[in-house]
């Protein structure tokens, strides 16, 4: 093998350049990612401010930027019988909820969201209650420069 294609070790000098390096690189980052979760709760804590039990503020509108959340609903199982239990018939509600299943762990009961939200467009009080017992969690926030397509999502 010629003296070119030999790869050289690292001299102790070397190692510890890098590993310096690499190590004020990840404090940084940390660092960062403790300012983005405060960022990030803060803004969530402004969009609450701004919402009331039946309207989540999902959007802040600065010069520069807008924040966006997306939204997750969710209803707990119990609540949708208790809710609507004796609106509906007894199957109808059944469709309405995936039961316990066990897997490798086993999975609570949850809500087809789906199937909820094709009985809640029929509206009158069984959708009124349906809306009573809908949970709203926050998503992604995501960052927009005005004018520019490129957004910055986070998590």
């Known amino acids: 093998?010629?003296?070119?294609?030999?790869?050289?070790?690292?001299?102790?000098?070397q190692v510890d350049n890098y590993a310096s390096e690499l190590h004020v690189i990840n404090k940084q980052i940390e660092g960062l990612q403790d300012r983005k979760f405060v960022i990030e709760n803060t803004l969530k804590?402004?969009?609450?401010?701004?919402?009331?039990?039946?309207n989540w503020a999902t959007h802040m509108v600065g010069k520069e930027y807008e924040v966006i959340r997306t939204l997750k609903n969710f209803i707990e199982p119990n609540e949708l019988r208790s809710a609507i239990g004796e609106w509906i018939e007894p199957s109808e509600l059944n469709n309405l909820i995936l039961p316990e299943?066990?897997?490798?762990?086993?999975?609570?009961?949850?809500?087809?969201?789906?199937?909820?939200?094709?009985?809640?467009?029929?509206?009158?009080?069984?959708?009124?209650?349906?809306?009573?017992?809908t949970h709203k969690e926050s998503g992604a926030i995501r960052v927009k420069m005005k004018g520019v397509s490129d957004d910055i999502i986070t998590k």
């Open 1 to 13: 093998m010629s003296e070119s294609n030999e790869k050289q070790a690292l001299q102790p000098e």
């Open 45 to 54: 804590a402004e969009l609450n401010t701004r919402s009331s039990e039946t």
């Open 101 to 133: 299943r066990d897997e490798i762990v086993t999975k609570p009961a949850r809500v087809k969201l789906m199937e909820v939200n094709k009985l809640k467009k029929q509206g009158g009080m069984v959708a009124e209650l349906i809306e009573k017992v």
